[in-house]
């Protein structure tokens, strides 16, 4: 309990003192999986002082639900892949998702046949499916740390008012905006009509994004004419940064947009991208400087694990000296724990 107190502290602190950080992902897992684990060892007690079969199968409860839940999530991963797959064409970037069920099979596969091939006896067998086994529940441990709290981010409410909201590219078909940044750019201007309300003074629009190499036009400029045609919003409400080709460069060249834009004036902003890509844009603004949180658009949910698997890995990368270091000490403890059995 005392160690589960402390945890929530220790978030609470640096949740309020920054809420773009990757570490923050990290001990708010930890933090919930103490929760779960003091939840589990206060209701056994109470439940065995009430009746003995009623304990006994609360811990029947328990012990099938390992299993289930690794076996649906498995089944969860191939079919949401065989969706995504028929939906958005075959391609590797759309099987991200379908590789986490993939590993755990492989790990729950490779378990039970050393098992019964009597390999178990065998320590540096053993060794060696010990080391695989921490690095992967390593990556499953981080995944859940960052779902959990790129949920908690998604939910968290904004209570400034902005002078600016920034829209982020995703991509054009041709020189038309597709359904996945029209999600973004319809968020935006949602956002615009709401703080005008509030405000009396409606905050600049930020179109932020580049021209790709298979693009018409630049992914700002398509932004910037479907709200002035849809919408019918002054084009001089709206701020074009047509020069970024990732999410980093949008963060940097729409804050040297804005602060030419501002002058000598402090300002506050928003900026928008679906709701999977949302975290680690957020830290994206965070690094540039940016005095701006994040408010997500809706993605169809069937596109949103796969999506988020792939913002994961963007996450591992951005942090990647890290995880390296670990993946080098669990390396060498299992390196000298082999050598002792060599």
Known sequence: MVLLVV???????????????????VVFGIFMMLLGMTLLSTTLPAISSQSEILSLIYLA?????????????????????KILLEKEGRRLSNLF????????????IAFVFIVLSGQAANDRILLLYIWVAMLFGYGLFLYSCVVLYATLYYF??????????????????????????????????????????????????????????????????????????????????????????NTEQNMRFSKKIMDAHSGEREYRSVFVTNEFHLFRASLYARKA????????????????????????????????KYHIIIFILVTLMMALLMRSYW
């Open 156 to 245: 968290t409410p904004i209570f400034y008012k902005p002078d600016y909201i920034i829209a982020l590219g995703s991509g054009l078909i041709g020189d038309k905006v597709p359904p996945l940044l029209a999600s973004r750019v319809d968020k935006a201007v949602s956002l615009y009509y709401k703080y005008a309300a509030k405000k009396g003074v409606p905050p600049i629009l930020v179109m932020s994004g580049g021209q790709g190499s298979d693009e018409l036009v630049a992914e700002a400029t398509a932004m910037r004419d479907y709200i002035v045609e849809k919408y019918g919003i002054p084009s001089e409400h709206i701020l074009v940064e047509d020069q970024s080709v």
């Open 97 to 108: 998702f379908g590789l986490i069920g993939f590993g755990i099979s492989v790990m729950i």
């Open 289 to 320: 400087g940016l005095d701006a949180e994040g408010v997500g658009s809706r993605t169809a949910f069937y596109y949103v694990p796969n999506a988020f698997t792939r913002e994961f890995i963007g996450l591992l990368e951005m942090n990647k």
């Open 61 to 81: 409860f328990l012990v099938a639900l390992v299993p289930v839940a690794i076996f649906g999530m498995t089944i969860g991963t191939f079919f949401n892949s």
């Open 7 to 25: 945890f929530f502290i220790v978030f609470l602190i640096m949740y309020i003192q920054e809420k773009r950080r990757f570490a923050n992902a």
